[in-house]
């Protein structure tokens, strides 16, 4: 299923299929440090090369880029959703951030409650 915003993760994606960690980390002003605690890794997975292709980090990277890409038009850009990706707890969702839900493996219920809101359901 293509979700809104698809063009924004793909900006990210290298010609091997692969996430660009130091893309990313550029975009959002971040060190790869910084970046890994934001999506509930250790620093060392994004620095060292073969950890950054592996499943788990590629998946919470997607993960973060998808809902960041979902948002960041209502919430002002790239760097207010990060910001709100980030800080914002959501009552729905027992007050957690989105942050916290990605870092728990839970980016669905962020996903969910995105769908919800946009099909114009309340906050």
Do not use: C, N
Not at 16 to 22: E, L, P
Not at 23 to 35: E, H, P, Y
Not at 77 to 95: H, K, N, V
């Amino acid at each position: 299923m293509a979700f809104a915003g698809a063009g924004f993760v793909t900006d990210f994606i290298d010609r091997a299929g692969i996430i660009d960690v130091d893309r990313v980390a550029d975009a959002f002003r971040m060190t790869k440090g910084q970046l890994a605690e934001t999506v509930g890794l250790a620093a060392a997975t994004v620095s060292k090369a073969e950890r950054r292709t592996a499943p788990r980090t590629q998946s919470r990277m997607r993960e973060m880029l998808e809902i960041v890409s979902r948002i960041r038009e209502w919430t002002g850009g790239e760097t207010q959703a990060m910001a709100w990706y980030r800080s914002q707890p959501i009552p729905a969702l027992d007050g957690r951030t989105p942050e916290a839900l990605v870092k728990a493996g839970e980016a669905g219920a962020v996903r969910d409650y995105l769908d919800h809101l946009a099909l114009g359901g309340y906050a």
